[in-house]
């Protein structure tokens, strides 16, 4: 091999060590840090409410396309669930949904992560017109339960207070489905 050649080689070698050394220490400090990088900075996405799939799930258009998004810190009983049966007040959750975002124009608010393990957009959802809390809403009607998942806890302790208020006074899923 000509020496101009070879030079080349070795150069593109050691671009290619160093951008593996860089990539090692890159990680390196992301696995040590007890954080995940937050999402928190990204800018609220605004959107309307073309679909909503359940009590806690809603498709949402936005400048990127329609989104599927997933309520953060809220959990709703299952209508469409494959495979399992629709549980006690799911159609009501899912009807109380519909109410309060249906065809509405709706923020989305992120936490931590972006994203859950099907892909869904993880989103607190404020109504653009009057900026009601839809989760903390559902919350309080007993329409949900609290479900916490770190690292996505910012607004956790306010949900918490909503849940506590909801199965005191024995609201909705609360007052239907639980006994005691």
């Known amino acids: 091999m000509p020496a101009a050649g070879a030079a080349s080689?070795?150069?593109?070698?050691?671009?290619?060590?160093?951008?593996?050394?860089?990539?090692?220490?890159g990680a390196l400090v992301l696995s040590a840090s007890d954080e995940p990088t937050p999402d928190r900075g990204a800018a609220p996405t605004a959107g309307?409410?073309?679909?909503?799939?359940?009590?806690?799930?809603?498709?949402?258009?936005?400048?990127?396309?329609?989104?599927?998004?997933?309520?953060?810190?809220?959990?709703?009983?299952?209508?469409?669930?494959?495979g399992a049966p629709v549980e006690c007040?799911?159609?009501?959750?899912?009807?109380?949904?519909?109410?309060?975002?249906?065809?509405?124009?709706?923020?989305?608010?992120?936490?931590?992560?972006?994203?859950?393990?099907?892909?869904?957009?993880l989103a607190y959802v404020v109504r653009e017109a009057d900026g009601v809390d839809v989760n903390e809403a559902l919350v309080r009607g007993g329409f949900a339960v609290l479900l916490t998942i770190p690292p996505?806890?910012?607004?956790?302790?306010?949900?918490?207070?909503?849940?506590?208020?909801a199965r005191r006074e024995r609201l909705g899923l609360w007052r239907v489905c639980q006994s005691g």
């Not at 799939?53 to 209508?79: A, H, K, L, Q, W």
């Not at 910012?154 to 207070?161: K, Y």
Request: zero cysteines.
């Open 152 to 165: 996505n806890v910012r607004h956790a302790a306010r949900l918490r207070a909503a849940a506590a208020a």
């Open 9 to 25: 080689v070795r150069r593109v070698r050691r671009a290619a060590a160093l951008l593996l050394l860089l990539a090692a220490a």
């Open 48 to 82: 309307r409410v073309v679909r909503v799939v359940d009590g806690d799930t809603i498709r949402v258009r936005t400048g990127g396309g329609v989104e599927t998004v997933r309520y953060i810190g809220i959990d709703t009983p299952e209508s469409v669930k494959p």
């Open 89 to 121: 007040f799911a159609h009501r959750a899912a009807a109380e949904n519909e109410r309060l975002v249906g065809g509405r124009r709706v923020r989305l608010e992120r936490d931590a992560e972006a994203r859950d393990r099907f892909g869904r957009l």
